[in-house]
């Protein structure tokens, strides 16, 4: 139901763009998130978005990355600005509050896109 694309290898201090898309008949989201599982650490959540856009950041994240949405397309965005290494991971991207012509309240994952960033 969630489709991520955007990561890559980047040197340290790059940017890099993450997207994903909600697809199939989805009449509203709550909230969309970006989390990243680096290895041998658990998930962790980066950045949270309501359907009114109030945003949230981990504060390893906060004032590098900014997370976007798009109600009307199901969208969410993350925009990663000068990168360290310690961001690299998986990035999954995660749809909570999901309602639909058949279904409430469930919650999507994406498979996950890998962010490695080189120092």
């Known amino acids: 139901q969630l489709q991520a694309s955007g990561g890559g290898l980047v040197q340290a201090g790059g940017s890099l763009r993450l997207s994903c898309a909600a697809n199939?008949?989805?009449?509203?989201?709550?909230?969309m998130a970006w989390y990243r599982q680096a290895p041998g650490k658990q998930r962790e959540s980066v950045a949270t978005i309501t359907s009114g856009s109030n945003a949230n950041y981990a504060d390893s994240v906060k004032g590098r990355f900014t997370i976007t949405r798009d109600n009307a397309k199901n969208t969410v965005n993350l925009q990663m600005n000068s990168l360290k290494p310690e961001d690299t991971a998986v990035y999954f991207c995660n749809a909570a509050g999901v309602a639909g012509p058949y279904f409430y309240g469930m919650e999507f994952w994406g498979k996950g896109t890998q962010v490695t960033v080189s120092s």
């Open positions: 199939g008949t989805i009449f509203s989201i709550n909230v």
